[in-house]
């Protein structure tokens, strides 16, 4: 079911609301109007007819104004213009009006005087990042929006939001977008990307093609005074009579894959509530860098996250979009909160990027950490690379800051030295560009 046929299912309310200011002006109408009529007091009794006229029409002008905006919310549909924008770029949308013609869309039609029609764009990410988006549907067919924060923003549905000017009654309508994520706000990978050794199995990269030995009569040539004689076919020489060497032919590389995964659990000794994101955002930033260095070396990158499954990238600029579309999904976890890395296959290359944790290393019994469960239940002959990673930080920044920064690199290096102990498991740290 589509978007527009979701928003015609919807039911719109039929009155409006008051809001705060609303109740608050209506109180003390009844209370000038009560008081005036006890004590005969002609000035409060004034004064409270004119509060309570003034409320009477707010209502009603969001009321007028609401019933020709009730039908044509249901043909009302709102499309970004891109799915995929850049973190700190600029997204736009445009609105659809099924079955209404321009003429039709001038401001001010059917509607009361005092009244505003505004359409809301809401969307939000699962670590509480927002966007909001107003723009009256009258006057223009679409807005512009910054989109500052990397994410998947998800929205339930926007809303068609009918209101006074002084804001004293509203009347929203609800139009369901569905559950999909609507935009992606694509990481930018670092400059300069983290130096990783990897120790794990299938991950080697050949620096030069190697040399092979051919198997059949078109891999060879005739013997030629000072080759090699390890590399005379003996055989050959009993059929045919004359000296023949296996000629050398360069090999390609082997098919090899590597697994990113990336921790998004965040430690609440560490980072607080508004910084979690952010340091998920430089845990992507790296994955991303790295990601893309390897698949330009050649090989496969797969991408995963706490909470999420794999996903693979392709060659080419295809392939760097789909590693920085993978790399927006990841979103800020409590440490604990009971998330999973996907699973990997035993043979394959595995490299964890994580932040920086109190304790750590315990099994994978309830409320332990997605890194932890990993490693516990992992295949017995997976070999996993883990790098501890922290922002790095200005030496002018204010002091909270430097000590936070400094308890971060601690926790950072004791993670490495405590998951170093694992069998299988090659764990550093790192302070990372951000």
């Not at 000038?32 to 004034?46: D, H, I, V």
């Not at 409270?48 to 009302?76: D, H, M, N, T, Y």
């Not at 051919?214 to 004689?229: F, I, M």
């Amino acid at each position: 079911m589509n978007a527009r046929q979701n928003a015609g299912r919807g039911r719109f309310p039929l009155f409006p609301r008051p809001g705060f200011l609303g109740v608050f002006l209506l109180l003390f109408a009844a209370l000038a109007l009560a008081a005036g009529a006890a004590r005969q007091e002609t000035a409060m009794l004034l004064a409270g007819a004119v509060f309570l006229a003034a409320l009477a029409w707010c209502f009603l002008a969001v009321f007028l104004s609401a019933l020709p905006q009730r039908r044509r919310a249901r043909a009302l549909e709102a499309r970004l213009s891109s799915r995929n924008v850049a973190a700190g770029g600029t997204g736009e949308i445009e609105l659809l009006r099924e079955g209404e013609s321009a003429a039709r869309r001038g401001p001010g039609r059917l509607r009361a005087p005092a009244a505003l029609v505004r359409y809301c764009l809401r969307l939000r990410t699962r670590d509480g990042r927002n966007i909001l988006c107003y723009f009256d549907p009258d006057e223009t067919a679409g807005a512009s929006f910054p989109v500052e924060k990397r994410g998947a923003y998800y929205t339930g549905s926007d809303l068609l939001v009918i209101r006074d000017a002084a804001g004293f009654f509203s009347l929203s309508f609800k139009l369901p977008r569905g559950d999909a994520p609507r935009l992606l706000a694509l990481p930018a990978a670092v400059p300069e990307r983290l130096r990783v050794t990897l120790h794990s199995g299938g991950t080697e990269r050949r620096a030069e093609q190697s040399k092979r030995r051919g198997g059949d009569l078109t891999d060879h040539r005739p013997y030629v005074p000072g080759d090699d004689p390890r590399r005379i076919n003996w055989k050959l020489y009993s059929h045919a009579g004359e000296l023949f060497v296996r000629q050398e032919e360069t090999e390609p590389p082997p098919h090899m894959r590597l697994f990113i995964l990336v921790d998004t659990e965040v430690d609440s000794t560490l980072y607080s509530a508004a910084a979690a994101p952010d340091a998920v955002d430089f845990l992507c930033e790296n994955a991303l860098a790295a990601g893309l260095d390897f698949s330009q070396a050649g090989l496969e990158v797969h991408i995963g996250f706490t909470g999420g499954a794999l996903a693979g990238a392709g060659e080419g600029a295809a392939g760097q979009t789909s590693l920085a579309e993978s790399l927006a999904y990841p979103w800020a976890q409590q440490l604990g909160g009971g998330g999973e890395l996907p699973r990997v296959p035993s043979d394959r290359g595995v490299l964890l990027l994580c932040l920086p944790r109190q304790g750590g290393g315990g099994g994978a019994e309830a409320g332990a950490s997605a890194l932890d469960v990993f490693l516990q239940t992992r295949p017995s002959d997976q070999h996993t690379d883990i790098i501890f990673l922290y922002e790095k930080v200005d030496c002018l920044a204010a002091q909270k800051t430097i000590e936070k920064q400094a308890a971060r690199a601690a926790a950072a290096a004791a993670c490495a030295a405590l998951y170093s102990r694992l069998p299988r498991v090659h764990a550093s740290y790192a302070e990372g560009l951000c």
